[in-house]
């Protein structure tokens, strides 16, 4: 199946700072991407939709501001979190869009962790 | 809004055992409907889809899932598990049509020797 890569798989910050995820579909090209928030033992949350070359769009409750996304090419989606803070501390996972039957194609996950 | 549901958080079974985990979803229209696993360690991978069709689905490693849309539902099943079906299994649900994936709670399989 299509291979999605998140880099760093893991990364730990100190508060106040701020720390970029990229997303990459490496075998294929992605209109779409997504970002997802796993809380321990929980389900994935959609925190947004990444559509190449616009805007994304915010779930509710999701801050723009502080989750910065970008999808500047068909194979790359970057998440920004700005001015960390503990509460942010979580598992961040991309998916990735082929367009061909509806699947989506998961990332490893970046684990946060902000001191 | 658009909800999926599934009953069971933490399933302990033992080694042969049958398995079915319940998803059930609240949107009305059309949907298309998956089952995804989460190996410790590891990121989700696809177990099977349903698009339309046979409602009755087969996938990977001996799962298929059941749609009964007069239910709303999506079960999940193997008639034998093994040992290595430790994992988190989520159901998810797509509008037919919309770019969102909404999951359910997930399910915590743990198999015992």
């Known amino acids: 199946g299509a291979v999605v890569s998140q880099h760093p798989s893991w990364v730990i910050c100190k508060s106040g700072t701020s720390v970029k995820i990229e997303c990459r579909s490496l075998d294929f090209q992605a209109t779409t991407m997504f970002w997802y928030r796993q809380f321990p033992k929980q389900s994935l949350m959609l925190m947004a939709t990444?559509?190449?070359?616009?805007?994304?769009?915010?779930e509710q409750g999701v801050e723009k501001d502080k989750f910065l996304i970008n999808h500047a090419s068909l194979t790359l989606s970057t998440l920004t979190v700005t001015s960390a803070h503990p509460e942010d501390s979580s598992f961040y996972i991309c998916?990735?869009?082929?367009?061909?039957?509806?699947?989506?194609?998961f990332g490893e996950g970046s684990r946060l962790t902000v001191l | 809004a658009q909800s999926v549901s599934q009953h069971n958080h933490h399933v302990i079974l033992s080694e042969a055992a049958s398995l079915e985990l319940g998803c059930n979803y609240s949107?009305?229209?059309?949907?298309?409907l998956f089952w995804y696993v989460q190996y410790p360690g590891q990121h989700l991978q696809l177990l099977l889809k349903?698009?339309?069709?046979?409602?009755l689905v087969k996938g990977i490693k001996g799962f298929e899932a059941e749609f009964i849309k007069s239910k709303f539902s999506f079960n999940l099943r193997k008639p034998s598990v093994q040992w290595s079906d430790t994992a988190e299994y989520f159901c998810?649900?797509?509008?037919?049509?919309?770019?969102?994936?909404?999951f359910g709670q997930g399910t915590r399989l743990t198999i015992n020797p």
């Open positions: 998916s990735a869009d082929s367009g061909g039957a509806g699947e989506l194609f």
């Open positions: 949107y009305g229209g059309t949907v298309n």
């Open positions: 998810a649900v797509k509008r037919q049509g919309a770019q969102k994936l909404v």
């Open positions: 990444s559509n190449e070359g616009s805007k994304a769009t915010y």
């Open positions: 349903y698009f339309s069709g046979d409602p």
